[in-house]
Nanobody, 125 residues
């Protein structure tokens, strides 16, 4: 059973940076595409970024393009989300999730089989 644990969240000022990690246990991440999602209070969960199992394909929400970068190190069983130029509207709980197939619609939370518990990101103005 694949288990995912996010880390790296915290409080940062506008314009700052954070790097989130999504560490897997119980199974290898090699076979899974990974999505990053976030949820702000009172709002629906939204897709931020996703990456294919090999890392060769990525996708980003328009709101984070040019600021966020997703990457993975399958040898370490870990996926990363580098977040730069953070804005207050980036505040929320960030989740990583795994699915077997990478699809162009991977920013939608549908059909992800495994989810982490989330890590809080707060960007102050």
């Amino acid at each position: 059973q694949l288990q995912l644990v996010e880390s790296g969240g915290g409080l940062v000022q506008r314009g700052g940076s954070l790097r989130l990690s999504c560490a897997a246990s119980g199974s290898t991440l090699d076979y899974y595409a990974i999505g990053w999602f976030r949820q702000a209070p009172g709002k629906e969960r939204e897709g931020v970024s996703c990456i294919s199992s090999s890392g060769g394909s990525t996708n980003y929400a328009d709101s984070v393009k040019g600021r966020f970068t997703v990457s993975r190190d399958n040898a370490k069983n870990t996926v990363y989300l580098q977040m730069n130029s953070l804005k207050p509207e980036d505040t929320g709980v960030y989740y990583c999730a795994a699915r077997v197939l990478y699809v162009s619609t991977c920013l939608r939370p549908n059909n992800y089989n495994y989810w982490g518990q989330g890590t809080q990101v707060t960007v102050s103005s």
